[in-house]
């Protein structure tokens, strides 16, 4: 499967306890994005990695949230001390972006679900 | 910021009939997205719309951006049961990230 992939898709964490999270996007594209998507809302923008470097962040995430693309290849999204309301689906989506206004396609992966209890 | 709407939340069609979607920005956009998210999936994308009161077609369905370009709709024509999910548009201004809508759930019933 040549999609975007994610590890783990299900995690059930106590509060207070961190997570991380693992996409592997589409092996040549050089864009990645972090999105939320909680029950019945449309994605919320996270952040955003042009090759390694994190090009935007979201003013919604908090300092417990970070996000690393080491390599410009796979990404992971942590989050520290969890709270209930970080309950949510984590989806990880890349594109190939030749420019500011190409607009190219965004694939998405099939998320990872996160339930603090 | 940005925002994007949509409506309806939901709709409820008879197989058959015809469905239409509304998507407003609060911002001129420089494209839109949209896509399907079937329940338990995640987000698959449709079509992008670039240019000022384009018109695109795929099989029954007729996506639309407007003139202002912050405005666009998807319509369905004859539903099948296998247009059931929520659709979703997202929209980008000049930046380079998307804002989703809260997207329209679509039933439809055999």
């Known amino acids: 499967d040549t999609g975007v992939s994610q590890d783990p898709r299900h995690k059930i964490t106590k509060r207070g306890q961190n997570v991380t999270f693992r996409c592997d996007p589409i092996?040549?594209?050089?864009?990645l994005y972090w999105y939320r998507q909680t029950l019945g809302q449309g994605p919320e923008f996270l952040t955003y990695?042009?090759?390694?470097?994190?090009?935007?962040k979201s003013r919604l995430l908090s300092d417990r949230f970070s996000a690393e693309r080491p390599k410009g290849s796979f990404s992971t999204l942590e989050i520290q001390r969890t709270e209930q309301g970080d309950s949510a689906m984590y989806l990880c989506?890349?594109?190939?972006?030749?420019?500011?206004?190409?607009?190219?396609?965004?694939?998405f992966g099939e998320g990872s679900w996160l339930t603090v209890v | 910021g940005q925002q994007v709407m949509q409506i309806p939340q939901y709709q409820h069609v008879q197989e058959g009939e015809d469905f239409t979607t509304y998507c407003n920005s609060s911002?001129?956009?420089?494209?839109i997205q949209w896509y399907k998210q079937r329940p338990g999936g995640h987000p698959v994308f449709l079509i992008q719309?670039?240019?000022?009161?384009e018109v695109k077609k795929q099989k029954r369905l007729t996506f639309q951006f407007g003139e202002a370009k912050k405005n666009s709709s998807l319509h369905i024509t004859a539903t099948q049961t296998t247009d059931v999910g929520t659709y979703f548009c997202?929209?980008?201004?000049?930046?380079?990230?998307?804002?989703f809508g809260p997207g329209t759930r679509l039933s439809v019933l055999p």
């Open positions: 092996s040549e594209h050089n864009r």
């Open positions: 997202a929209g980008r201004d000049y930046g380079q990230n998307f804002v």
């Open positions: 719309l670039v240019k000022s009161g």
């Open positions: 989506a890349s594109s190939l972006g030749a420019g500011i206004y190409s607009g190219n396609t965004i694939y």
């Open positions: 911002t001129t956009l420089s494209n």
């Open positions: 990695f042009q090759n390694e470097a994190q090009l935007e």
